[in-house]
């Protein structure tokens, strides 16, 4: 049997439209890829939807943005398992006249009384073999029957897996699994082999969880490469789950949110979350960001771990705040406006975007920060800010006031100098005067640094902010 690796390289990502994109997904299609994509191959999409009870439409376009999302295009159109159900049906029909797969007219009810059996005597649930090496004529006429594979009972299978190494599993452990069922329609197990086949698929990349399908799957395979030729096995990469911080497996308390969460709730940028799944269970070294480039230059199976890798929230978002840090400034403008409202000025964000993203770790502060820039008077205060002014501080404003009023030149080095100068004449650090006017040019006490505000609010609305709450006793 010819190897899969002397092929160009095609790998697959295969999610189920059941729910959103999640992290553990985004992570498996990033690797399958940056691996085909390092080795001038192919990747392919295929939504496996023949769940048609639990597969949505919503779930669907959720998936294929996410993707759209982090910059992952496919090579060739998407597809859709559902619309396969007649080739898998023909596979399985020449699996039955081979004499690799057999009609099993169990019922319900005997299938239950011998997992009961099998529970009693503590053995593992798995079917019995009860109708392999029986004559369909035996069943009664018109019966309802599903198709089983006639997996080897005897001998062993290895796996050479590029991630887990070797893995061996006895053939007695696999039962003769339902290819289809009695409704005539394909199992999982059945079209996820089948496309795999007629996809061209060299390399199958997925977690860990998948690695006993493996098992499964490979006596389809070589089943019908007896029966027809061609049909080769592929090569596999199991990659370990991610965990939490705690070791634990990820849930929701952790961070296990859709792509579209992490965008939208989180305000993380496409180009963190990528960097983040990359270093999820693959290094390089030491380095710890990676551009596009340089991730499809050295992405190798070889260096993904064996070990669970831990999804850490904290470093996420610090990674997220050096990107917003590097981003372009229109870009991010752009991205921040909407969140702000209809007043939001792209070009007034954009010149305000350097002062801004200095210490913003996701859009969603970036936003936040801005929106001081475009509140009316009077501006609502912060308990924090409040608190700040108390009437001595509203004295310091009525001061600041009149020593801005004639200064013309409305420049940070300009206006620095000045209030640096007051300060000292009045035997203040300049905390002192930048805390209350902080708290009056914007209503909270965190922003940017207070002389990039006073330039960027232009001098009569900065003025106008300082004289309302000098002369208010009260918040406005």
Same mark, same amino acid.
């Given at each position: 049997m010819a190897s899969a690796s002397d092929k160009t390289v095609v790998t697959r990502f295969a999610p189920s439209p059941t729910g959103f994109l999640h992290i553990g997904g985004a992570r498996t299609a990033l690797f399958n890829w940056l691996f085909a994509r390092h080795h001038g191959g192919k990747t392919l999409l295929r939504i496996e939807d023949t769940d048609r009870a639990r597969s949505t439409q919503e779930a669907i376009d959720a998936i294929l943005d996410g993707l759209d999302w982090l910059g992952l295009t496919y090579d060739e159109e998407t597809v859709f398992q559902s619309e396969r159900g007649a080739r898998h049906v023909e596979v399985a029909e020449k699996l039955l006249e081979a004499g690799h797969a057999y009609r099993c007219y169990a019922t319900p009810e005997e299938l239950e009384e011998m997992r009961a059996a099998q529970r009693a005597a503590k053995q593992p649930l798995r079917y019995d073999g009860r109708w392999r090496h029986r004559d369909p004529s035996e069943a009664p006429l018109g019966a309802p029957f599903v198709v089983r594979l006639?997996?080897?009972?005897?001998? @062993?299978?290895?796996? @050479? $897996? &590029? &991630?887990q190494s070797r893995v061996t599993v006895k053939n007695s452990e696999i039962d003769d699994y339902i290819l289809l069922r009695s409704d005539g329609s394909p199992t999982y197990m059945l079209a996820v082999v089948v496309d795999d086949h007629d996809m061209g698929v060299t390399h199958i990349i997925r977690g860990d969880d998948h690695l006993n399908n493996a098992f499964r799957q490979l006596p389809i395979i070589r089943a019908m490469d007896e029966i027809e030729g061609g049909w080769e096995d592929p090569i596999y990469a199991h990659i370990p789950l991610i965990h939490g911080p705690d070791g634990a497996k990820l849930s929701k308390r952790h961070g296990a949110m859709g792509v579209d969460a992490y965008r939208d709730e989180l305000g993380i940028l496409p180009e963190t979350l990528f960097n983040y799944l990359l270093r999820l269970g693959w290094?390089? +070294? $030491?380095?710890?960001e990676f551009s596009v480039d340089e991730a499809i230059a050295l992405f190798t199976l070889e260096g993904v771990g064996k070990s669970p890798s831990r999804f850490d929230m904290k470093k996420l978002l610090n990674m997220n705040g050096n990107y917003i840090r590097a981003a372009d400034?229109?870009?991010?403008?752009?991205?921040?406006? %909407?969140?702000i409202g209809p007043d939001a000025d792209a070009g007034l964000l954009e010149q305000a975007m350097p002062a801004l993203k200095t210490r913003a770790k996701d859009i969603n502060e970036l936003a936040e920060g801005a929106a001081f820039l475009f509140t009316h008077r009077p501006l609502t205060l912060t308990d924090k800010a409040e608190a700040l002014l108390t009437p001595e501080s509203r004295a310091l404003l009525a001061q600041v006031s009149a020593n801005l009023h004639d200064e013309f030149d409305w420049t940070s080095e300009k206006l620095e100098a000045k209030l640096k100068a007051m300060a000292e004449e009045l035997g203040l650090g300049l905390g002192k005067l930048a805390q209350p006017l902080r708290a009056a040019l914007t +209503?909270?006490?965190?922003? %940017? +640094?207070?002389?990039d505000v006073l330039v960027l609010l232009g001098k009569e609305e900065s003025l106008a902010r300082i004289d309302a709450q000098a002369?208010?006793?009260s918040a406005g």
């Amino acid at each position: 049997m010819a190897s899969a690796s002397d092929k160009t390289v095609v790998t697959r990502f295969a999610p189920s439209p059941t729910g959103f994109l999640h992290i553990g997904g985004a992570r498996t299609a990033l690797f399958n890829w940056l691996f085909a994509r390092h080795h001038g191959g192919k990747t392919l999409l295929r939504i496996e939807d023949t769940d048609r009870a639990r597969s949505t439409q919503e779930a669907i376009d959720a998936i294929l943005d996410g993707l759209d999302w982090l910059g992952l295009t496919y090579d060739e159109e998407t597809v859709f398992q559902s619309e396969r159900g007649a080739r898998h049906v023909e596979v399985a029909e020449k699996l039955l006249e081979a004499g690799h797969a057999y009609r099993c007219y169990a019922t319900p009810e005997e299938l239950e009384e011998m997992r009961a059996a099998q529970r009693a005597a503590k053995q593992p649930l798995r079917y019995d073999g009860r109708w392999r090496h029986r004559d369909p004529s035996e069943a009664p006429l018109g019966a309802p029957f599903v198709v089983r594979l006639k997996t080897p009972d005897e001998g @062993e299978t290895v796996i @050479e $897996d &590029v &991630v887990q190494s070797r893995v061996t599993v006895k053939n007695s452990e696999i039962d003769d699994y339902i290819l289809l069922r009695s409704d005539g329609s394909p199992t999982y197990m059945l079209a996820v082999v089948v496309d795999d086949h007629d996809m061209g698929v060299t390399h199958i990349i997925r977690g860990d969880d998948h690695l006993n399908n493996a098992f499964r799957q490979l006596p389809i395979i070589r089943a019908m490469d007896e029966i027809e030729g061609g049909w080769e096995d592929p090569i596999y990469a199991h990659i370990p789950l991610i965990h939490g911080p705690d070791g634990a497996k990820l849930s929701k308390r952790h961070g296990a949110m859709g792509v579209d969460a992490y965008r939208d709730e989180l305000g993380i940028l496409p180009e963190t979350l990528f960097n983040y799944l990359l270093r999820l269970g693959w290094g390089h +070294g $030491d380095q710890e960001e990676f551009s596009v480039d340089e991730a499809i230059a050295l992405f190798t199976l070889e260096g993904v771990g064996k070990s669970p890798s831990r999804f850490d929230m904290k470093k996420l978002l610090n990674m997220n705040g050096n990107y917003i840090r590097a981003a372009d400034d229109a870009r991010l403008a752009a991205l921040i406006a %909407p969140k702000i409202g209809p007043d939001a000025d792209a070009g007034l964000l954009e010149q305000a975007m350097p002062a801004l993203k200095t210490r913003a770790k996701d859009i969603n502060e970036l936003a936040e920060g801005a929106a001081f820039l475009f509140t009316h008077r009077p501006l609502t205060l912060t308990d924090k800010a409040e608190a700040l002014l108390t009437p001595e501080s509203r004295a310091l404003l009525a001061q600041v006031s009149a020593n801005l009023h004639d200064e013309f030149d409305w420049t940070s080095e300009k206006l620095e100098a000045k209030l640096k100068a007051m300060a000292e004449e009045l035997g203040l650090g300049l905390g002192k005067l930048a805390q209350p006017l902080r708290a009056a040019l914007t +209503g909270q006490t965190t922003s %940017p +640094g207070i002389f990039d505000v006073l330039v960027l609010l232009g001098k009569e609305e900065s003025l106008a902010r300082i004289d309302a709450q000098a002369a208010s006793g009260s918040a406005g």
